[in-house]
């Protein structure tokens, strides 16, 4: 069955520290692959995806992502964090194929001022 | 309107009563998707609708669930005999187009179900 695994359940950084939280996925085929965050008393919102093309996206508010195939991976990626990035944030994966959609369990970042 | 709109936010309901749940969607989208989420876990798919059709309810966990779209627009997710398991928040999404996932899906704030 289709999975998305995210490493991390809890991070926590300072303020200006990088950022980088781990994502892999199960399924070998063609996948849609998001970024979607969720901030504190609000709805999920969406980061960034990746469809095909150039596999390093670029996302709101200065956060990348990089697919690798090889890797079954699409890590997200901020070089400065800010304590407004304090949020849930959710890997998601779907497959054309099946047309099934798979979100991870989330990682909760919360960065100190 | 504006954005996804879920009512109610929060509904506190005995074991073996009937919920429904709604869901508004951005107007003018044709896709609509039903989401539930438990506590430490992602959101989980439910059934997605395109247009007044449910072109996909496999993820509906037992007959107790139901959905209904029937103008194509506002969703009602009804659960029969409620069950303590059934806790979870439900979110519902909407997208302008297209296939799940295949484009860019809005969430609602989502509505928090507790089952006594």
């Known amino acids: 069955a289709q999975s998305v695994s995210q490493h991390n359940h809890h991070v926590i950084l300072s303020e200006a520290a990088s950022l980088e939280l781990g994502c892999n996925y199960s399924?070998?085929?063609?996948?849609?692959l998001f970024w979607y965050v969720q901030y504190p008393g609000q709805h999920l919102q969406l980061l960034l995806k990746?469809?095909?093309?150039?596999?390093l996206v670029k996302g709101i508010k200065g956060f990348e992502a990089e697919f690798i195939k090889s890797k079954f991976s699409f890590n997200l990626r901020k070089p400065s964090v800010q304590w407004s990035d304090t949020a849930e944030y959710f890997c998601?994966?779907?497959?054309?194929?099946?047309?099934?959609?798979?979100f991870g369990d989330g990682t909760t970042l919360t960065v100190k001022p | 309107g504006a954005g996804v709109s879920q009512t109610p936010s929060n509904k506190v309901t005995e074991k073996g009563k009937y919920v429904e749940l709604r869901c508004d969607p951005i107007?003018?989208?044709?896709?609509l998707y039903w989401y539930r989420q438990s506590l430490g876990q992602g959101p989980e798919f439910l059934i997605y609708?395109?247009?007044?059709?449910?072109?996909?309810d496999s993820g509906l966990p037992n007959d107790r669930f139901f959905a209904v779209r029937p103008e194509g627009s506002v969703s009602t997710l009804k659960i029969q005999r409620t069950e303590r398991g059934d806790s979870a928040v439900y979110l519902c999404?909407?997208?302008?187009?297209?296939?799940?996932?295949?484009?860019?899906?809005?969430f609602g704030q989502g509505t928090r179900l507790t089952v006594v």
């Open positions: 399924y070998g085929g063609t996948v849609n």
């Open positions: 609708f395109q247009g007044t059709g449910a072109a996909d």
């Open positions: 998601a994966a779907y497959n054309t194929n099946a047309g099934k959609s798979t």
């Open positions: 990746y469809f095909s093309g150039d596999p």
């Open positions: 107007s003018g989208h044709t896709a």
């Open positions: 999404a909407s997208s302008s187009q297209g296939s799940h996932m295949n484009t860019e899906a809005f």
